[in-house]
Each structure stands twice: as C-alpha cells, then as structure tokens.
C-alpha cells in the first residue's frame, strides 16, 4: 500500500503563489502516475493536473489551470508538486494528491488552499 502526505496549502491573496508537495511512501510501483484534485464546497471534486511515470513524464491539465500551475516529479524522492501562481478565489479548496498504478490507488488526506480576493 501507498501512503501520501500533502503539504504546503495555506491562505494567499489573489495574484499569489504557493507550492504544494506530496510525498509517497510505502510499496511504489516502478510505472505510477500521480495527479492533484481539488474540491471547493459543495462542488465535487475534480482533476486539476496529473503527471505520468515514464521517460517523457507527459502532464495534463484541467483547462481552468492550463498556464498558471505546473506539476513536477521527482522521482528520487516519490515526491510530486503542484506549482500554483496566479491563483484565483475560484481555486479555493481542498487539494488532493493521488496515487494510481495498475487500476490501484491512494489518495492523500488533503491540504486547504485558500485564495482571498
């Protein structure tokens, strides 16, 4: 099994920054992909960007994000980041990390991102 820690949400102000990590630990595959969801209130929850494990470590972004934040790997550390600027109110919520090889994942308990304006 997996286990995931998230760090780095906190309240910013709109036009900020913030990083956030996920750390994993425990049995990781060789072949994994990991991505960050956030949920606001009352919303579901919804893929904000997912990075893969291969040689090329192709992303994707939800298209709310495409431009502002980027996910990085390092593989050394089974740590994942999301680098958020530009932050918007509408980014607000509680940031997810996953963990998914073979049909098999884990989630992280989440860190709050709060952006005022």
């Known amino acids: 099994q997996v286990q995931l820690v998230e760090s780095g949400g906190g309240l910013v102000q709109a036009g900020g920054s913030l990083r956030l990590s996920c750390a994993a630990s425990?049995?990781?595959?060789?072949?994994?992909?990991m991505a960050w969801y956030r949920q606001a209130p009352g919303k579901q929850r919804e893929l904000v960007a997912g990075i893969s494990q291969n040689s090329g470590s192709s992303t994707n972004y939800a298209d709310s994000v495409k431009g502002r934040f980027t996910i990085s790997r390092d593989s050394a550390k089974n740590t994942v980041y999301l680098q958020m600027n530009s932050l918007k109110p509408e980014d607000t919520g509680v940031y997810y990390c996953?963990?998914?090889?073979?049909?098999?994942?884990?989630w992280g308990q989440g860190t709050q991102v709060t952006v005022s304006s």
């Open positions: 425990g049995t990781i595959s060789s072949i994994y992909t």
């Open positions: 996953k963990y998914l090889s073979y049909g098999a994942g884990s």
